[in-house]
């Protein structure tokens, strides 16, 4: 359907060795110990289509049992069994987000030697300003940093939706409240809570960013709705922060959407109407399984083809890799061949669409070359 | 497709002689008079099952006209009109919240009896707040009926979502604030209006209920979206809920989400990330008729298998509880055979996936035994 | 499939010569010059649509490429061009919102001559308002001029969703607060600001009108949801506008919910509980191109027969007014067939709830006789 794809927004793999907890505990968002004991991660959407695609690369059979597919992982070595997964999955090239809970999963370098393709960096801005806890200046040491950081990376990515929700006040903030919340933050520190919730200082990184990014022609990606429990999902639909992507538009910075799960049919809008808008489903095809048409079904409705882009979003398995990959190629391909079917798509217009989809978009968004 | 049914959320039927006004009052959430003369309850998809799947199991043709229908009820009688549908709808088990017009309707004895099945008490906490109107210590009135009604049934369940809404503090109330709620309450209902919409002692009988709950071992089931005119649906949101639903969480409490229309996604991620979350999709798969695959695939895109269940909440016309049995197992059968024919589930596993949902939950849930 | 067609909400077309650029623009709700250079408005589900339906209308293959479609369009001449595709489109009666753009497309005498059929006129209520800025008593120039135009009118409609959106106080302003946001409003007109944003104007412009349409016996037409970029889509959910409804519902005023994109859900449900809630998903239909079954059956899932109307929503380019009609009759009929075909709809009944969605309840509402 596609000579090349590019991930335009996953994350690294771990080469721990993983017992039957621990793999099931990558398998949900979740991220809690003490799941009840009659929840199997495999008895789930994803858990279905894992078995059928994964165990194949392993060398077994589709759909083998969970227990046979973990031994035989374990058997073969995460390393090896990540390789053959990355491989199978074989995207062109991967964008990496390495600003979550990155001392468990391999960082940019580490993945591009795994899969043997090019990864490019995703600054995440929040990490960035936590990092930044306990320094003299903080926001100077913030800003400094990214910048440093960007001068390597072919984006910056905001989780404001995780931590504030999108439905707040979205103007830069002044000097007088700016310096209040960063003080008020400090303290925080002090005790021990670096994470950055504040939304006068999620603010300020927004701008900050924001202005990084039209300096050096970069896009911000925004994480949208679905995620873990962290999310309070009123507050993620994207209709709400508007006003901050028109001055990224008025800046001529592309605004990524991602997952965009539930909110797809809201995002398809954005992208038909903010001329710097562009959207992907991401882990919702992974999540729904056998689903999967439906939420691409959804985006698809009403979303340009020029602003539809694919992303894994897979995190610590290898397994998520391959995943997204399978589940976009059978659900893109599906739908284009139904609209061909209907009389809606010329044959011939279809491999054009589906190339724009899995890379083209991606390769002039982020400026990659060919 | 699956050997047992569990109805975990329903209530009971009227025997009233109905005239086609009276039926189709009941074939409405709207419940008021004065619909307009055009509009017949027919004519729209619930009508169109109704007359398909009911009228012969009163003796006529499939599609049989509503003035046929209506005569062969009238013929045979409440009684043995609404047997036949009840031993049609074939369930193992109902689970009856009596708490809603309960003099209109059969209680969960009557229920029992007229079905031939065992029934089981859902008390509904608003139900029992209102009935301490008038009581010296309404709020010690409240808890201990409460607490004795708890004894014999197998779940609590709150109305909330018709109430305040979703969208509202949800920390236990101080006493402070508790006693100028009740205070005004109790001056309300000196006037006549008894109707708990205070959110401050919503709050006091959810935490009051969510305590015994976790001493009883007992799920709260919590009404989620579509229902009467009384929903504000932006506030039914359940992702505002969040707060709470931790709490019980915390607890070992089950949450029970009903209907969830038209939030079935959101519905279905919570119980992706939230351990104690389940689902149904109740009242949605009968008003839908002929469209009822549509909300259960939202549901079954990402819930876990372990996390579904099956209702009707139909009310008060046995043809609701036979229509919720055919149009769940229809649906079900569907989307099960559909990933068995895309390769995506293996045939042998699908009866144990449908009988999940279709008991299997449910009685661990609700601890009904074998 | 059905014999008449009413499209109860539309706009006029242009005559003027249309360069690619012009005609793009006409193609998107967007509106805004300097779309990006990698988007082309043909490459998206509308383009593959238009492309597909309306080029054999002027004497083209089918998918035919867009600089073959204008050149076409351009040496035809818009005029002959926009009268065959308005042929084509065939509908039985149009009722045209004059509110909006007015000076750069035909009016309702002008559709009615270019078409050949009969039209209607609906009054925009905030543009009756917004024309009364600079008046000596703008209040009261508005109900003039409003109760003078709705005289010749079969409608009112209003575009609070775009302005305030739903989520406003809805009860009628009192005189004080009315004087103080009547003076705000003329400061800003003075210096150039005529746009009606202001809720309390707001809610005096809609409580004005909404005694007019009791006395007249019409009905009022709301936009919902999708549009350009003024809309703040969570604050666009018609939910929030149930106290407005029901005060309507007690005048006997219908509301009629318009393209309703993406609440088709939300609004199918309240066309089930408020007797005089109608809907349609008008612009959708044209939009989402091969996809528009999809929002279709969203709709049809619940709401009743009596209730839903077709519209096109077309503005601007006579080929919205032919692939409204097309994209309606094909999802409308497919998604009949299937429920036939599922044994859910007798083939008989079938014509009849066509004809009720495709004419007879807008000929009933609006009264517009036979």
């Not at 165990?55 to 390789?83: F, N, Q």
Request: with cysteine; net charge negative; charged share 20%.
């Amino acid at each position: 359907m596609f000579d090349r794809l590019i991930d335009h927004h996953c994350h690294g793999v771990t080469l721990a060795a993983l017992d039957r907890a621990g793999f099931e505990a990558l398998m949900s968002e979740a991220h809690r110990p003490g799941s009840p004991a009659f929840v199997s991660q495999f008895d789930k959407p994803l858990g279905l289509v894992l078995r059928r695609h994964c165990a194949p690369v392993l060398g077994l059979e589709p759909m083998a049992s969970p227990e046979a597919y973990l031994a035989r992982r374990m058997a073969l070595g995460p390393t090896e069994a990540s390789r053959r997964l990355l491989a199978a999955a074989g995207v062109s090239a991967m964008l990496i987000d390495s600003g979550h809970r990155a001392d468990e999963i391999l960082d940019c370098a580490g993945m591009a030697e795994l899969a043997g393709v090019p990864s490019h960096e995703v600054v995440r801005i929040e990490a960035v300003f936590e990092a930044a806890a306990g320094q003299g200046d903080p926001l100077r040491a913030f800003a400094e940093t990214l910048a440093a950081r960007a001068a390597t990376a072919v984006a910056l990515k905001s989780v404001v939706a995780y931590r504030s929700g999108f439905a707040i006040e979205q103007t830069r903030p002044g000097a007088a409240e700016l310096s209040v919340a960063l003080a008020r933050w400090q303290r925080a520190c002090e005790a021990g809570r670096v994470r950055l919730e504040d939304p006068v200082l999620l603010r300020h990184a927004l701008w900050v960013a924001l202005e990084l990014a039209a300096e050096r022609r970069l896009p911000i990606q925004l994480h949208v709705g679905v995620g873990d429990r962290d999310v309070v999902m009123p507050r993620c639909d994207p209709g709400w922060f508007v006003p901050f992507i028109e001055e990224a538009e008025a800046r001529g910075v592309p605004v990524m959407l991602l997952h965009c799960h539930p909110f797809e049919r809201e995002c398809a809008w954005m992208a038909e109407v903010w001329s710097n808008v562009h959207v992907d489903v991401g882990f919702t095809l992974n999540f729904t399984g056998p689903s999967a048409l439906r939420p691409l079904r959804d985006l698809m409705e009403m979303a340009p083809f020029a602003k539809q882009l694919y992303s894994s979003d897979a995190f610590g398995l290898a397994e998520l890799h391959l995943l997204g990959r399978v589940q976009f190629e059978r659900a893109l391909t599906r739908i284009l061949a139904d609209w061909i079917a209907a009389g809606d798509l010329p044959l011939a217009e279809a491999e054009r669409i589906a190339a724009m989809i899995a890379w083209e978009n991606a390769a002039r968004v982020y400026e990659l070359g060919q």
